[in-house]
């Protein structure tokens, strides 16, 4: 009686730790192509070397498709302007954006899964000790450099699949803090595929289920 017990019991925590494991993964966002490409119809705009403004619309059916286009009003810029355009051979979106009293470029990229070390998308450099030191912050590894002049930070960093290149005419400092905030934002979001309506409790498990089991 009592091994039949410990086997019920040892049946109910393994259920329960399946639904965990199924409700945490139904909850996050589709990884972003390996390849790096953007969605349908946007990649075409690369194919001759040329770059597309993207549209507000354009931005939501990135995220969707598991790029983060973090938004950074919470830490006081606005988005000018975003385009999809290519980053040392690969696909990048790159947003421009300002507060009241600095401004900011942002570059977005998911390097193919072959790809060796990092690239600082917003200047084409290769992130090495000899121009970037390495900082903890919030448990995210970053690589800050800061320009000859002392007029503009570099930072990159990698969430992920995600690697991101900020230039801010900022200090060191004030850049990583909004670093802090992209990786934040990238470690938070959820899965923006699902239809409205089938983010409940049954939808999000049996999604994390079907994860859970290799089906898309």
């Known amino acids: 009686m009592k091994l039949l017990r410990s086997l019920v019991l040892l049946g109910v925590l ?39 403004n993207l549209s507000t619309d ?25 385009e999809l355009t290519e980053r040392g051979g690969q696909p990048a979106v790159v947003a421009d954006l300002r507060s009241t009293a600095h401004a900011l470029t942002l570059v977005e ?50 969430v992920a699949d995600a690697v991101y290149s900020l230039r801010s005419d900022t200090s060191p400092a004030d850049a990583v803090k909004v670093a802090s905030v992209i990786a934040a934002a990238d470690n938070a979001q959820v899965d923006r595929s699902a239809p409205a309506g089938d983010d409940d409790l049954v939808h999000r498990v049996v999604r994390g289920l079907n994860r859970l089991t290799g089906q898309p």
Not at 16 to 36: D, F, I, K, M, N
Not at 116 to 138: E, F, H, K, P
């Open 14 to 52: 393994a259920s329960v730790v399946v639904l965990g494991a199924a409700w945490y993964l139904g909850g996050q966002r589709p990884s972003a192509p390996s390849s790096g490409q953007p969605l349908a119809g946007l990649d075409a705009s690369l194919a001759d070397g040329s770059t597309r």
């Open 58 to 82: 354009d931005v939501d059916d990135l995220r969707a498709a598991g790029w983060t286009c973090p938004d950074l009003n919470t830490v006081g810029y606005w988005t000018e302007s975003a």
């Open 109 to 158: 990229q998911h390097p193919d899964r072959a790809a060796t070390g990092m690239i600082d998308g917003a200047t084409g450099r290769a992130v090495s000790t000899d121009v970037y030191r390495r900082v903890t912050s919030n448990g995210t590894e970053l690589w800050v450099a800061r320009s000859a002049t002392g007029a503009t930070s570099d930072v990159v960093f990698r």
